[in-house]
C-alpha cells in the first residue's frame, strides 16, 4: 500500500455513512427514490473507485437475489432451456464477482476471498481474472499452500499474453518463498503491535526515530465530532505526530506536530542529526491524480518555521516522497517515479550540502531498483546497511522488507528479511533507535497485517543469541580462567564484545545480530589462538556451545624449547620433505595469531658423525626452516636460527645390551622452535 493509497482507502471506510447520505450531489429524498436499484447505485460508486461503498450495495443487491442463488447456484443452468433464469444468474455471477473485487480494492481480502471462491466456480469467461484475484486473496490471508494452487492454474489456463503472465510467475514464486518461511521451526525476530495512543484511529505509519521520541504519521480524526468539520474540511487527513518512547515503551500520549502554513496533507518525516532540519512529504490531488513532493523547514526553540518546496528535487507531473536522512547526516534518500529510474517507484538519494539542500538526484541502480515499486529507503552509515520496501522482487505478500550492504553507490543483491517482519500483506518504512550499533535491538515498521484497511504500527526486535565455550590448557587439559575472549565481527574485523573466562574456563557472548564472527582467545604465555563461527547456524537453537579450546603454554627463553614433530629430512640433506612443510604451516598459522612473538628455529642431530659435521648439518637445517617461514610472509626480524649438532640427546641412542637403538636417533634428529620475545 504506498503513501497515495493510504487517505483514500481510510476515507472510503471511516466516512462510510455519510457517503451513503448523498450520491452525485443530489438531496437525500431524491436519492431515496431509486436507492432499492442496489445494483445501480453501487455500480455508480464503483466507477466513481469507492469500493467501500460499493461492497455494501453489491451487498444488498445479493440480499434480493437470494433466490437465484438458492435455486441455481451452484448449478449449470441450461441456457436453452431457461433463458429467462440464464439472465438472471448472469446478473447474480456479475454481483458476485463486483463485490469481490470490491472488497479487494480496499485491501478487506478476507471478504474479497469468500466472493472470489464463488466467482471461480463460474468458470465464465466474462471473468478470466477471477483465479488470479483468489489466489491474492489466499495468499494475503497467509493460505499460500492454496493461493499456489490458484495460480498455477490460472497460469495453464490464461492464454493473454499481458501483464499478468509475468505477476503470476512473480506470485508463484511469493507462495513457494512464503512455504519454505513458514516452515521454519525458529526465528530470531519478534514482531508486536504498538498500543497507547500509537495505532489510534485510521492509518499510523512511518516511523522515525527522533532522538527520545518515535515520530509518525498518522490520518487520525482531528475533530471532536468526525467526520467533517464545522467548515466542510475532512478531518481524516495525515499529519505527523510524536510519542515519548523510553525503554522501548510509549511514555505519553501522541501529541500532533504544529507546522505553520498547513494546505496540504503531510507525512514521512526525517530529521537532520542535530534535530533542527526536517524533511516532509506533502501532497495534492489534481484533476484526480495525486503529486506528492519533499518539503523542508527548520525548528527555533521548540516552534517549525513554514515546510518551504525542496528546490531542484520536483518535476511537474512526477512524485518524490518518502525522505530519510543517512545515520551520517550526509545524504538525503527519497522515492520517486521521475524518468530516469527502473520501473515505478525508485529509490534515489542526493548529498546534502552544509545548508541542508540536496544536490543531483542518483538513482541506486538495477542492484536495488526493479520494474515495481521500492519505496520508504533507512540508511544507517555506520553499518553500511540499506532497508527499503518494495514490491517487485520475490516475497510473503505486496510490498516486504528487504536488506542491501555496501555503499549507497555499491550496495548487494537486496535480501528478504523474511517472517515474521514480513507478512502476507504490506510491510513498509523502518527505523531503529540503536542506528551504528544493532539495528534490530529496538526498531519499529509499519504492517497492515493486523488491519483490513490501513497501515499500523508495530515494534521488532531480534532474540539474542548466545555464543559460549570453555578454554583448557592443552597440555594438562585443566581449564584455563581469566583468558581474554574477543569477538570479532568478520564482516568488520572490528570487535564487536569482550570476555574473560570464569574459573571453570567458560565464557559467552549474547548476539542481537546474527552473522559471521571470529573468537579469539589471548592470556599471557599462552599462544593465542582463533576460530570461526556462524551463528546463522544456530538455528533451531539459540544457543552455540564451541568445541573445547585448547591452549598452549609456554615459557620464554632458548632453554625452554617447543618441538615440532615430523620434520624429516632425507640422509645428510637439509633440504625439507613435503611432508615437514606441512608441519611448518601450522607454526605459520601460530606466528600469524601471535604477531608479538620472536622465536629462533633450532635444529638437532643424533650422535654419528663428528661434532664439527653435525653442528654445521643443524645449523643449515635449522635456517631451511626459517627460509621457508619467510616465504610464507613471517617477517625475518621476528625469526632467528640456531644449529645445535648433535650436543644435546634427548633420548638413549643404544640400547642397554649395547646395540644401536634407532628410535633413539630418531628421536634426537628433532626441530624445535623457542620464543625469545613477546612485545
Given at each position: 500500500?504506498?503513501?497515495?493509497?493510504?487517505?483514500?482507502?481510510?476515507?472510503?471506510?471511516?466516512?462510510?455513512?455519510?457517503?451513503?447520505s448523498v450520491?452525485?450531489?443530489?438531496?437525500?429524498?431524491?436519492?431515496?427514490?431509486?436507492v432499492?436499484?442496489?445494483?445501480?447505485?453501487?455500480?455508480?460508486?464503483?466507477?466513481?473507485?469507492?469500493?467501500?461503498?460499493?461492497?455494501?450495495?453489491?451487498?444488498?443487491?445479493?440480499?434480493?437475489?437470494?433466490d437465484?442463488?438458492?435455486?441455481f447456484f451452484?448449478?449449470?443452468?441450461?441456457?436453452?432451456?431457461?433463458?429467462?433464469?440464464?439472465?438472471?444468474?448472469?446478473?447474480?455471477?456479475?454481483?458476485?464477482?463486483?463485490?469481490?473485487?470490491?472488497?479487494?480494492?480496499?485491501?478487506?481480502?478476507?471478504?474479497?476471498?469468500?466472493?472470489?471462491?464463488?466467482?471461480v466456480?463460474?468458470?465464465?469467461?466474462?471473468?478470466?481474472?477471477?483465479?488470479?484475484?483468489?489466489?491474492?486473496?489466499?495468499?494475503?490471508?497467509?493460505?499460500?499452500?492454496?493461493?499456489?494452487?490458484?495460480?498455477?492454474?490460472?497460469?495453464?489456463?490464461?492464454a493473454?499474453?499481458?501483464?499478468?503472465?509475468?505477476?503470476?510467475?512473480?506470485?508463484?514464486?511469493?507462495?513457494?518463498?512464503?512455504?519454505?518461511?513458514?516452515?521454519k521451526?525458529?526465528?530470531?525476530?519478534?514482531?508486536?503491535?504498538?498500543?497507547?495512543?500509537?495505532?489510534?484511529?485510521?492509518?499510523?505509519?512511518?516511523?522515525?526515530?527522533?532522538?527520545?521520541?518515535?515520530?509518525?504519521?498518522?490520518?487520525r480524526?482531528?475533530?471532536?465530532?468526525?467526520?467533517?468539520?464545522?467548515?466542510?474540511?475532512?478531518?481524516?487527513?495525515?499529519?505527523?505526530?510524536?510519542?515519548?518512547?523510553?525503554?522501548?515503551?510509549?511514555s505519553?500520549?501522541?501529541q500532533?506536530?504544529?507546522?505553520?502554513?498547513?494546505?496540504?496533507?503531510?507525512?514521512?518525516?526525517?530529521?537532520?542529526?542535530?534535530?533542527?532540519?526536517?524533511?516532509?512529504t506533502?501532497?495534492t490531488?489534481?484533476?484526480?491524480?495525486?503529486?506528492?513532493?519533499?518539503?523542508?523547514?527548520?525548528?527555533?526553540?521548540?516552534?517549525?518555521?513554514?515546510?518551504?518546496?525542496?528546490?531542484?528535487l520536483?518535476?511537474?507531473?512526477?512524485?518524490?516522497?518518502?525522505?530519510a536522512?543517512?545515520?551520517d547526516?550526509?545524504?538525503l534518500?527519497?522515492?520517486?517515479?521521475?524518468p530516469?529510474?527502473?520501473g515505478?517507484?525508485?529509490?534515489?538519494?542526493?548529498?546534502l550540502?552544509?545548508?541542508?539542500?540536496?544536490?543531483?538526484?542518483?538513482?541506486?541502480?538495477?542492484?536495488?531498483?526493479?520494474?515495481?515499486?521500492?519505496?520508504?529507503?533507512?540508511?544507517?552509515a555506520?553499518?553500511?546497511?540499506?532497508?527499503f520496501?518494495?514490491?517487485?522482487?520475490?516475497?510473503l505478500?505486496?510490498?516486504?522488507?528487504?536488506?542491501?550492504?555496501?555503499?549507497?553507490?555499491?550496495?548487494s543483491t537486496?535480501?528478504n528479511?523474511?517472517?515474521?517482519?514480513?507478512?502476507?500483506?504490506?510491510?513498509?518504512?523502518?527505523?531503529?533507535?540503536?542506528?551504528?550499533?544493532?539495528?534490530?535491538?529496538?526498531?519499529?515498521?509499519?504492517?497492515?497485517?493486523?488491519?483490513?484497511?490501513?497501515?499500523?504500527?508495530f515494534?521488532?526486535?531480534?532474540?539474542?543469541?548466545?555464543?559460549?565455550?570453555?578454554?583448557?590448557?592443552?597440555?594438562?587439559?585443566?581449564?584455563?580462567?581469566?583468558?581474554?575472549?574477543?569477538?570479532?565481527?568478520?564482516?568488520?574485523?572490528?570487535?564487536?564484545?569482550?570476555?574473560?573466562?570464569?574459573?571453570?574456563?567458560?565464557?559467552?557472548f549474547?548476539?542481537?545480530?546474527?552473522?559471521?564472527?571470529?573468537?579469539?582467545?589471548?592470556?599471557?604465555?599462552?599462544?593465542?589462538?582463533?576460530?570461526?563461527?556462524?551463528?546463522?547456524?544456530?538455528?533451531?537453537?539459540?544457543?552455540?556451545?564451541n568445541?573445547?579450546?585448547?591452549?598452549?603454554?609456554?615459557?620464554?627463553?632458548?632453554?625452554?624449547?617447543?618441538?615440532l614433530?615430523?620434520?624429516?629430512y632425507?640422509?645428510?640433506?637439509?633440504?625439507?620433505r613435503?611432508?615437514?612443510?606441512?608441519?611448518?604451516?601450522?607454526?605459520?598459522?601460530?606466528?600469524?595469531?601471535?604477531?608479538?612473538?620472536?622465536?629462533?628455529?633450532?635444529?638437532?642431530t643424533?650422535?654419528?658423525?663428528?661434532?664439527?659435521?653435525?653442528?654445521?648439518?643443524?645449523?643449515?637445517?635449522?635456517k631451511?626452516?626459517?627460509?621457508?617461514?619467510?616465504?610464507?610472509?613471517i617477517?625475518?626480524?621476528?625469526?632467528?636460527?640456531?644449529?645445535?649438532?648433535?650436543?644435546?640427546p634427548?633420548?638413549?641412542?643404544?640400547?642397554?645390551?649395547?646395540?644401536?637403538?634407532?628410535?633413539?636417533?630418531?628421536?634426537?634428529r628433532?626441530?624445535?622452535?623457542?620464543?625469545?620475545?613477546?612485545?
Amino acid at each position: 500500500m504506498t503513501l497515495f493509497m493510504l487517505n483514500g482507502l481510510i476515507m472510503r471506510k471511516l466516512c462510510i455513512l455519510l457517503c451513503t447520505s448523498v450520491l452525485l450531489g443530489l438531496p437525500y429524498l431524491v436519492r431515496a427514490q431509486f436507492v432499492t436499484d442496489y445494483k445501480r447505485t453501487a455500480d455508480i460508486y464503483y466507477s466513481k473507485q469507492d469500493y467501500y461503498t460499493a461492497a455494501q450495495y453489491y451487498s444488498k443487491a445479493l440480499e434480493n437475489k437470494k433466490d437465484i442463488a438458492k435455486n441455481f447456484f451452484p448449478y449449470q443452468i441450461d441456457e436453452t432451456r431457461h433463458p429467462s433464469k440464464s439472465a438472471r444468474m448472469h446478473e447474480y455471477e456479475e454481483l458476485v464477482f463486483r463485490l469481490a473485487e470490491s472488497y479487494r480494492q480496499y485491501n478487506d481480502f478476507g471478504s474479497a476471498e469468500k466472493w472470489y471462491a464463488q466467482a471461480v466456480s463460474f468458470n465464465s469467461p466474462e471473468f478470466p481474472l477471477a483465479k488470479y484475484w483468489y489466489g491474492v486473496c489466499l495468499r494475503a490471508n497467509g493460505k499460500f499452500a492454496e493461493a499456489l494452487t490458484q495460480f498455477q492454474q490460472f497460469k495453464a489456463a490464461y492464454a493473454t499474453q499481458d501483464e499478468y503472465q509475468a505477476a503470476t510467475d512473480k506470485e508463484i514464486a511469493n507462495c513457494q518463498f512464503a512455504v519454505s518461511e513458514m516452515q521454519k521451526t525458529m526465528t530470531p525476530f519478534t514482531v508486536v503491535k504498538l498500543g497507547g495512543t500509537f495505532n489510534e484511529g485510521g492509518a499510523n505509519y512511518a516511523p522515525v526515530w527522533w532522538t527520545s521520541q518515535l515520530s509518525f504519521t498518522s490520518s487520525r480524526s482531528t475533530a471532536v465530532a468526525a467526520p467533517k468539520t464545522a467548515g466542510g474540511k475532512d478531518p481524516y487527513i495525515n499529519h505527523l505526530y510524536t510519542t515519548p518512547v523510553s525503554n522501548g515503551s510509549t511514555s505519553g500520549t501522541a501529541q500532533r506536530v504544529d507546522l505553520p502554513g498547513q494546505s496540504m496533507e503531510e507525512g514521512v518525516s526525517a530529521l537532520s542529526q542535530d534535530g533542527l532540519t526536517m524533511y516532509l512529504t506533502e501532497w495534492t490531488a489534481k484533476d484526480g491524480k495525486k503529486q506528492a513532493d519533499l518539503y523542508k523547514c527548520t525548528r527555533n526553540g521548540t516552534a517549525w518555521s513554514e515546510p518551504a518546496k525542496l528546490t531542484g528535487l520536483d518535476i511537474p507531473g512526477y512524485s518524490t516522497m518518502q525522505p530519510a536522512i543517512s545515520t551520517d547526516g550526509q545524504t538525503l534518500l527519497f522515492a520517486s517515479d521521475r524518468p530516469g529510474g527502473s520501473g515505478k517507484f525508485d529509490i534515489w538519494y542526493a548529498t546534502l550540502d552544509a545548508n541542508g539542500n540536496p544536490g543531483t538526484p542518483v538513482n541506486m541502480g538495477p542492484t536495488v531498483n526493479t520494474a515495481g515499486d521500492e519505496e520508504a529507503p533507512y540508511y544507517d552509515a555506520g553499518l553500511h546497511v540499506l532497508i527499503f520496501s518494495t514490491n517487485g522482487r520475490v516475497g510473503l505478500g505486496n510490498f516486504d522488507l528487504f536488506e542491501s550492504t555496501g555503499d549507497l553507490a555499491n550496495l548487494s543483491t537486496p535480501v528478504n528479511l523474511g517472517a515474521p517482519v514480513n507478512s502476507p500483506k504490506d510491510d513498509m518504512y523502518f527505523t531503529s533507535t540503536t542506528p551504528g550499533k544493532k539495528l534490530f535491538k529496538e526498531a519499529y515498521i509499519s504492517s497492515d497485517r493486523a488491519s483490513s484497511c490501513c497501515l499500523e504500527l508495530f515494534k521488532v526486535t531480534r532474540r539474542g543469541k548466545r555464543i559460549g565455550g570453555d578454554v583448557v590448557d592443552c597440555d594438562t587439559h585443566q581449564p584455563i580462567s581469566g583468558v581474554k575472549i574477543t569477538l570479532i565481527d568478520a564482516k568488520t574485523n572490528k570487535p564487536a564484545g569482550f570476555a574473560n573466562t570464569d574459573a571453570g574456563g567458560g565464557y559467552g557472548f549474547e548476539l542481537d545480530d546474527p552473522g559471521n564472527y571470529k573468537i579469539k582467545a589471548e592470556k599471557d604465555n599462552y599462544f593465542n589462538k582463533s576460530f570461526d563461527v556462524h551463528s546463522e547456524d544456530m538455528v533451531p537453537t539459540d544457543t552455540l556451545n564451541n568445541p573445547e579450546l585448547c591452549l598452549k603454554h609456554y615459557d620464554i627463553g632458548e632453554d625452554h624449547p617447543i618441538v615440532l614433530p615430523n620434520i624429516l629430512y632425507d640422509f645428510n640433506k637439509a633440504s625439507l620433505r613435503p611432508e615437514s612443510k606441512i608441519v611448518l604451516d601450522t607454526l605459520v598459522a601460530l606466528l600469524d595469531e601471535n604477531p608479538g612473538l620472536t622465536i629462533q628455529m633450532g635444529s638437532h642431530t643424533d650422535g654419528v658423525g663428528s661434532v664439527k659435521y653435525n653442528l654445521n648439518l643443524s645449523e643449515l637445517r635449522a635456517k631451511s626452516c626459517v627460509d621457508y617461514l619467510i616465504s610464507k610472509g613471517i617477517d625475518p626480524a621476528r625469526l632467528k636460527w640456531k644449529g645445535f649438532g648433535k650436543c644435546c640427546p634427548i633420548a638413549p641412542e643404544k640400547l642397554p645390551n649395547g646395540k644401536d637403538n634407532p628410535d633413539g636417533r630418531q628421536t634426537n634428529r628433532r626441530t624445535e622452535f623457542a620464543v625469545l620475545r613477546k612485545n
